[in-house]
């Protein structure tokens, strides 16, 4: 239902697709390629997610802002979508955790947003026909000007977006999960001796630092563009290779520092973005899948195991292209079967096509965490006995 308080607005799809609502965000234009989450929650986390830069988020869920806005729940230091799309929001959220409602939050960091339109066929037009650019404007309401401005904004395949999301300066992490939302018995920092992670930043998500420091890690954060020089300066105990945006074929420097850095035998975890470029630096290709998987409830596994998880990509490792890489497929995504999983048969690595952080999203691969851990621990003691 329209509000007297939230001005006309118009979403325009590169394919000429013109959707009227009104804004629910800030006033302005942006531009970006179209996507659909699944997720009924974690909205926030999906806003401040740096693998979104570059795109506007639909969200299939038919309310949005109930819960309203708080710091704690924040992955990055501010939103990294371009825009949301909404079916209704909430103007007065209710939660005891709310600092702001969602509205108000969008219109602080100038983030538009488009509410008022059928979420459920734009969701079906980009399943059928695939992601594509589209734009959200309070100030072009004429959908043929507005269509201009999209078909001139460049593909998501080609671009590199983790040099724009990744931290310039390197910096130490050592916040952990907070007891009160601790869910594994397993993760406990204080019964050994830290071990030092390198956690190469391509658009990480802050909960991703905070399971590492649940296990028990100290975490060096260093920008994506880190020399291997630089990396294996801090004499790491592991490499962690972070989620981010954009084509991983593109981020040339993750890949180059990824291959140089199989030769230093260290244990190296990647998740999403760092799963992609972890395949790309061992010989495999990746390609742009057609409208990508992005919700809490895909199910991953293999050989009758399965785990529900949360995800959030655009591009995939192609199988055909995994002869002569020395690696296995651990996980396939169950409802396309597309690659989800790979580990080493040799080196100590390994990498998931997902988020088992789960922030939002189910908890079933926390263990991916303690797996990695257990590998630093086995390279830590190795090194100490052939320490002279």
């Known amino acids: ?107 602080e960091h100038g983030l538009p947003g488009i509410y008022g339109i059928d979420t459920r066929a734009l969701t079906r037009k980009i399943r059928t026909t695939g992601a594509m650019n589209g734009a959200i404007s309070t100030e072009i309401l004429d959908p043929l000007e507005l269509l201009q401005k999209v078909q001139t904004a460049p593909s998501m395949q080609g671009l590199n977006l983790a040099k724009v999301v990744s931290t310039t300066t390197a910096y130490e992490w050592t916040e952990p999960t907070a007891t009160a939302w601790e869910f594994s018995p397993k993760a406990n920092p204080h019964t050994e001796s830290p071990l030092t992670v390198v956690a190469i930043d391509f658009g990480v998500k802050r909960n991703i630092l905070r399971r590492l420091a649940s296990y028990g890690c100290r975490i060096i954060v260093v920008p994506a563009d880190t020399s291997t020089a630089e990396i294996l300066a801090h004499n790491p105990d592991g490499i962690f290779l972070s989620n981010g945006p954009g084509d991983p074929a593109a981020v040339q420097e993750g890949i180059t520092t990824a291959r140089e850095l199989l030769e230093a035998g260290r244990p190296m975890f990647g998740i999403c973005l760092g799963h992609q470029l972890l395949g790309l630096s061992l010989g495999a290709d990746t390609f742009k899948l057609k409208f990508g998987h992005r919700g809490l409830n895909q199910p991953a596994g293999l050989d009758r195991q399965v785990e529900i998880t949360s995800q959030n990509h655009g591009f995939a490792i192609s199988p055909d292209s995994l002869s002569d890489t020395g690696v296995t497929v651990t996980h396939l995504n169950l409802n396309d079967q597309t690659i989800a999983g790979l580990e080493h048969t040799n080196l100590p690595l390994f990498s998931v096509q997902y988020h088992p952080e789960a922030s939002p999203g189910p908890h079933d691969a926390d263990y991916l965490f303690g797996k990695f851990v257990q590998q630093m621990r086995e390279y830590h003691q190795k090194k100490v006995k052939s320490t002279p």
Request: net charge negative; aromatic share 10%; charged share 15%.
């Open 1 to 107: 239902m329209a509000h007297p308080d939230f001005p006309a607005a118009l979403l325009v799809l590169a394919d000429g697709s013109v959707f009227s609502g009104w804004s629910f965000g800030a006033p302005g234009t942006t531009v970006g390629e179209v996507v659909f989450n699944t997720g009924m929650t974690g909205y926030q986390e999906v806003l401040t997610d740096p693998s979104y830069c570059g795109q506007i988020v639909t969200f299939t869920y038919p309310e949005l802002g109930n819960t309203g806005i708080n710091s704690e729940d924040e992955e990055s230091l501010r939103p990294q979508a371009r825009g949301a799309i909404a079916r209704n929001i909430c103007l007065e959220p209710s939660n005891w955790r709310s600092q702001q409602s969602l509205t108000a939050y969008l219109k």
